[in-house]
């Protein structure tokens, strides 16, 4: 095998394979390795018995003119995958104060024409708040660019402060914070959320992947192939070389590969903290990098049904008193489980019938929790969790043939080193919450020649997969602006 690049890319995640499938088709001798059989990340799509299934549950949005479209599109691999957005794609389930019913809702993966007044019947708002409901809404839809990066330093609870809401309308926008961006609603930089709402009022949301979410991962990976690169699985970096204050390299337990440039997908900390080593930085970009704030993460479990038990392939359960702030989720640090959870159900079989055996399903239930690998009230979330499915979706147990549980520790030991206490686990990667977004997003250009990171640490933003993409396209053309810099000095 080759061992001399001009670009090696470590991570086959969303952004790391986006990132590498964009240079080897524009001409860039590029090598991606993943310690992972499978690429594809936190987003990795999984083979058990018939079912394939991501690690937890995942959609994507905007669901139209995604960055998913715009790379297929320039890698000419439309055909490989099928961007899913059905017209009945999300059920969502709301328990309004004082009632033990949910009121649901199903909404398609495209905008409608009523758009997110569409929610006023299921979150029964009286007429009288529906002209200050309206306001907001039409102010955070036309904000211009500029008017949205002036809320980087504004938490979006804060800015809804701005209107007078009805609690049940709060309790929406607080549990889409949680399952969009996986934070606390009064942590979210207000930027990036505006920003992304406003890509889901033109585009939709809950998009999938036929064949899998992950399934893009490795398309992107055999574009690769296809253009001349070369795709290095099961492969562990165990260090990036460097030499006189620039990489050359990366050292694997399958060998050393050289190149001038290495785009990380393995996130900052552990890139920095190990891969890199400490040593080659200075005081002030290392603590910069240790004070990073991760994501929350997602646990769960996984259901393996024997009958086709849902109709709707996605599903998103909140009340008053589920959506996580600060207050709630620091509680629930202390092991004080709420009553309530915000559930996020997705059923990959729904989307795309082959990714289940003939009439059964997988069901891939989750909620959110902290992104410490070690968290010490896993079992009392799974029992609250599976208590609250039960109440749901009465008789799916009975179709239950097996199930699995997941938590941070699998997430961390298949997708990101816990070089940091309490992190490892998060489910998206660092926290888009005011201080990390917006004009105070970590730079993909590390400070170290050569170096660039990619994923949703970096680069990109937006919900989950959208970012990762993002960003891979973002640092794809900043490193051929490096090269092309390169040539011209040498």
């Not at 996986?182 to 064949?211: C, M, N, W």
Request: some cysteine; hydrophobic content about 40%; glycine content about 10%.
């Amino acid at each position: 095998m080759e061992t001399k690049y001009d670009v090696i890319v470590i991570g086959a995640g969303i952004g790391g394979a986006t990132c590498a499938a964009l240079l080897a088709r524009r001409g860039v001798k590029t090598l991606l390795v993943d310690q992972n059989a499978i690429p594809g990340g936190k987003a990795i799509t999984m083979s058990k018995q018939g079912f394939r299934y991501e690690f937890w549950p995942i959609s994507g949005g905007p669901s139209l003119n995604s960055r998913f479209a715009q790379v297929l599109e320039e890698l000419d691999m439309q055909s490989e995958v099928e961007l899913l957005t059905p017209q009945e794609a999300a059920v969502l389930m709301y328990r309004g104060a004082g009632t033990d019913q949910y009121k649901c809702q199903v909404t398609p993966a495209v905008p409608t024409p009523e758009g997110p007044l569409a929610l006023v019947e299921m979150l029964a708002l009286q007429a009288e708040t529906l002209p200050e409901v309206a306001r907001m809404f039409s102010d955070i839809t036309s904000m211009t660019e500029d008017e949205i990066a002036r809320l980087d330093d504004v938490t979006f609870a804060s800015f809804l402060t701005r209107y007078e809401l009805p609690t049940p309308l709060l309790s929406y926008l607080g549990m889409w914070s949680n399952i969009v961006f996986v934070v606390p609603i009064d942590l979210l930089a207000a930027s990036e959320a505006i920003k992304t709402f406003q890509d889901f009022a033109r585009g939709g949301a809950a998009r999938y992947h036929s064949g899998g979410f992950g399934k893009m991962a490795e398309v992107f990976c055999h574009s690769i192939e296809r253009d001349g690169g070369s795709v290095l699985l099961k492969t562990r970096v165990e260090k990036v070389s460097v030499e006189n204050g620039a990489v050359t390299g990366i050292v694997t337990d399958k060998g050393t590969f050289s190149a001038p440039i290495v785009v990380s997908n393995a996130g900052i900390q552990p890139t920095v903290l190990r891969l890199v080593g400490e040593q080659h930085f200075d005081k002030g970009y290392l603590s910069h990098v240790k004070g990073l704030v991760p994501s929350l993460g997602i646990m769960g479990i996984r259901y393996f049904l024997d009958k086709a038990f849902f109709e709707h392939p996605m599903y998103l359960s909140f009340s008053d008193e589920a959506y996580l702030d600060t207050e709630r989720f620091l509680k629930m640090k202390t092991g004080e489980v709420p009553d309530e959870l915000v559930v996020f159900n997705v059923v990959p079989a729904v989307y795309d019938a082959s990714l289940a055996p003939a009439g059964k399903q997988c069901a891939l239930v989750g909620t959110l929790c902290s992104a410490d690998p070690g968290l010490p009230y896993a079992e009392a979330l799974w029992n609250k969790l599976d208590a609250m499915v039960k109440r749901l979706w009465p008789g799916m147990h009975e179709c239950v043939e097996s199930s699995e549980r997941y938590s941070t520790s699998h997430v961390s030991s298949l997708t990101r080193d816990a070089v940091v206490p309490g992190q490892g686990g998060e489910c998206v990667g660092l926290a888009q919450i005011v201080g990390q977004c917006g004009k105070h997003k970590p730079s993909a250009r590390a400070p170290l020649g050569g170096l660039f990171y990619v994923g949703c640490d970096a680069g990109g933003y937006g919900c989950g997969t959208h970012q990762a993409a993002d960003s891979g396209v973002n640092v794809a053309d900043l490193v051929m602006r490096e090269r092309l810099i390169r040539a011209t000095a040498s």
